[in-house]
């Protein structure tokens, strides 16, 4: 029989075991990219799930005023479906990344599904863009060290998120981007979404007037907005985040 203080202490590790499973910014189950730390004036604001007609397009416009680039994971189910969206992200200059051919929770799948997932978003993106970033954003935040050690294995580099403006839920474009204002210290990864895994033509606008708002304000400020690739530095280290044996 177990003591019921032990067995409180059990529940509670499993509770953390779960909780760090899909907090964005926990290092336990493995190293993630989730920004620089505070004192530093660059922001990267990060789409996930699209491509998606027709808020990923209004999405470009609303970068190409600001003159800003940023950073898109997409589906590669989707990629295959738009693959024009996806090459004129690329041509105006934003980074892209693998979130997955289907977008599952990853810790519910073993091995060779989380890298079928992997490949066949990676081989969808070379299909469209001849090569990509290498970064990978998990689906839901979701990942455990085995997921990880697949994703080094496949040689793609891990990128999660230290802001996120809740924009899944159907807040304003105002309620958004007060949410991220008040989790900005410097040197963040912001997430938003373009598009949705439940289906493409999910309605972002709400999103993208958000990123105008937030762009116009923290521009004010001084930030300077870059890519994921640009605050990691990759071009001077790109073996930073070297592979690892799978
Ligand atoms: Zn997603």
């Not at 336990?28 to 604001?45: I, K």
């Not at 990629?79 to 980074?95: K, Y």
């Not at 033509?201 to 640009?230: C, H, M, Q, W």
Request: charged share 25%.
């Amino acid at each position: 029989m177990l003591f019921p203080a032990l067995a409180g202490a059990a529940a509670a590790a499993a509770v953390t075991a779960g909780f760090h499973t899909m907090w964005p910014t926990s290092q336990l189950y493995g190293r993630t990219f989730t920004g620089n730390g505070r004192n530093s004036r660059q922001l990267a604001l990060t789409f996930d799930d699209g491509p998606n007609d027709v808020h990923t397009q209004k999405l470009l416009e609303v970068l190409d005023r600001h003159a800003v680039k940023a950073t898109f994971f997409m589906i590669g189910k989707y990629v295959e479906q738009r693959p024009e969206i996806v090459r004129a992200v690329a041509q105006a200059g934003h980074a892209i990344g693998n979130h997955t051919y289907s977008h599952p929770n990853l810790i519910f799948k073993n091995r060779f599904e989380v890298r079928r997932e992997l490949r066949e978003c990676s081989r969808a993106l070379r299909a469209v863009l001849g090569n990509y970033s290498r970064l990978f954003r998990p689906p839901h935040g979701g990942r455990r060290p085995e997921v990880l050690r697949m994703v080094r294995a496949c040689e793609l580099i891990p990128v999660m998120w230290n802001v996120s403006g809740w924009d899944w839920k159907p807040h304003s474009p105002e309620e958004i981007a007060r949410k991220i204002q008040q989790q900005v210290r410097g040197g963040d990864v912001i997430l938003l979404h373009d598009g949705s895994h439940e289906r493409i033509g999910t309605d972002r606008s709400n999103s993208v007037k958000a990123t105008d708002l937030i762009l116009r304000r923290f521009k004010d400020e001084g930030y300077e907005f870059v890519t994921v690739p640009e605050m990691m530095k990759l071009h001077e280290n790109p073996h930073q985040f070297a592979p690892v044996a799978g």
